[in-house]
T-cell receptor, first 111, second 111 residues
Framework: GNSVTQMEGPVTLSEEAFLTINCTYT??????LFWYVQYPGEGLQLLLK?????DKGSNKGFEATYRKETTSFHLEKGSVQVSDSAVYFC??????????FGKGTMLLVSP | SQTIHQWPATLVQPVGSPLSLECTVE??????LYWYRQAAGRGLQLLFY??????ISSEVPQNLSASRPQDRQFILSSKKLLLSDSGFYLC??????????FGEGSRLTVL
């Protein structure tokens, strides 16, 4: 079955630092890929997505590129803010119209 | 507009007590619905999915059950809670291109 592996956290950065959160996947076929963000005490919100190889998803300064050759979908942001502190989940589409999620990576940004 | 609501938002229950968590969606009909559990350090685990009234599939054997009494209602239940049932429970339904739309979540603490 599908699986998603993302780097363990927490990732601790200072404001305006560069962010990378690694994500790799295994899947049959060509899944769609997603990054979700969960702010403290809330449900998950879609951050960005990519539906085919070489697609780049972007939103709120975050970017991720669907790399079929490396089966990766790493999340990046050039300059993080304190308000970006949250848990980030990488996910791939799987059976039953649902998603397979990674374990989540907590990001802590200090002023 | 499409919305998804969960309640209660927070619940503290003793071991051995029953549980009922509700999820209601608005603005869509015949949705597939999902229950996920987020436990500390374990990411998101799909518990149940439902493609329609009275149709429930379980992804993992456990102490919980689910029901779909109405098209827009999905209920998660237990007759006797265990300590290991503690977690953050999320209801979700799929939108376009595999994207999942999540409710606000219900945090359950079993003591």
């Amino acid at each position: 079955g599908n699986s998603v592996t993302q780097m363990e956290g927490p990732v601790t950065l200072s404001e305006e630092a560069f962010l990378t959160i690694n994500c790799t996947y295994t899947a049959t076929g060509y899944p769609s890929l997603f990054w979700y963000v969960q702010y403290p005490g809330e449900g998950l919100q879609l951050l960005l997505k990519a539906t085919k190889a070489d697609d780049k998803g972007s939103n709120k300064g975050f970017e991720a590129t669907y790399r079929k050759e490396t089966t990766s979908f790493h999340l990046e942001k050039g300059s993080v803010q304190v308000s970006d502190s949250a848990v980030y989940f990488c996910a791939s589409s799987s059976g039953y119209s649902t998603l397979t999620f990674g374990k989540g990576t907590m990001l802590l940004v200090s002023p | 507009s499409q919305t998804i609501h969960q309640w209660p938002a927070t619940l503290v229950q003793p071991v051995g007590s029953p549980l009922s968590l509700e999820c209601t969606v608005e603005g869509t009909s015949n949705p597939n619905l999902y229950w996920y559990r987020q436990a500390a350090g374990r990411g998101l685990q799909l518990l149940f999915y439902s493609v329609g009234i009275g149709q429930i599939s379980s992804e993992v054997p456990q102490n919980l059950s689910a029901s779909r009494p109405q098209d827009r209602q999905f209920i998660l239940s237990s007759k006797k809670l265990l300590l290991s049932d503690s977690g953050f429970y999320l209801c979700a339904w799929p939108r376009q291109l595999g994207e999942l739309f999540f409710g606000e979540g219900s945090r359950l603490t079993v003591l």
